[in-house]
């Protein structure tokens, strides 16, 4: 269970994705332990609240770029990627971008509920699985090779674990690919038209550029 917004009135289907991406979050993922995944989302944390980073055993780089990406992605250029990625690894910084995005739009949605944070879990024991996509030869609108997806989050495709995740959030917060063909959704009150003008606004608050 999702105990911060336990009795709040979100869709139960939207509590069961935040649970099962925050026990998700805990588990060894492609490149990162449990442990290391963790430290990313306590890094992540911090930044984002503009607090001093805590001292956990992260590569500098890595703990440079979950800084950068959870407080002021609008920064992220091609060059400062290219450096981070020559110290750390493509596919692990691949799996950063996944377990940042998806702590800051879980606590942002927990704080416009009124809520507090929901507390981490405790790590699972376990290796990375070190599994990951054939890259395309070529990159894609991204800074980092991708698979051979080619939709909207195939900026994590290079990491397949860490796309899946990302979708299965995205499907209970925003929409399915079916219902994506649906111009008279409805999800609770909201109407298609409301869904789009939410994510529109969001992004363009966000400095989105996809």
């Not at 990406?69 to 992220?76: L, Y």
């Not at 995740?165 to 917060?173: E, H, I, P």
């Not at 038209?193 to 969001?202: C, F, K, N, Q, W």
Request: aromatic letters at 6%.
């Amino acid at each position: 269970m999702f105990s911060t917004l336990a009795d709040s009135p979100v869709r139960p289907e939207v509590l069961e994705a935040l649970a099962g991406t925050w026990e998700h979050l805990a588990r060894p993922g492609t490149w990162w332990t449990g442990a290391q995944r963790l430290a990313i989302a306590k890094t992540a944390r911090a930044a984002r609240a503009h607090r001093p980073l805590p001292d956990v055993e992260l590569p500098k780089a890595a703990r440079e770029a979950v800084a950068m990406i959870a407080a002021t992605p609008s920064r992220v250029t091609a060059l400062w990627v290219s450096g981070i990625t020559e110290a750390i690894g493509e596919a692990p910084y691949v799996e950063i971008i996944g377990i940042v995005s998806r702590v800051v739009a879980i606590d942002t949605l927990t704080r416009l509920l009124g809520a507090e944070l929901e507390p981490l879990l405790e790590p699972e024991a376990g290796q990375p699985t070190r599994e990951m996509a054939d890259p395309r030869p070529e990159h894609v609108r991204t800074f980092v090779p991708v698979g051979r997806v080619f939709v909207p989050t195939f900026t994590l495709s290079l990491v397949p674990d860490e796309r899946a995740t990302n979708d299965r959030l995205g499907d209970a917060l925003y929409m399915t690919d079916p219902d994506m063909e649906n111009p008279d959704l409805t999800r609770g009150t909201l109407h298609r038209t409301d869904i789009e003008l939410v994510a529109a606004t969001v992004s363009y608050e966000n400095e989105c550029f996809y």
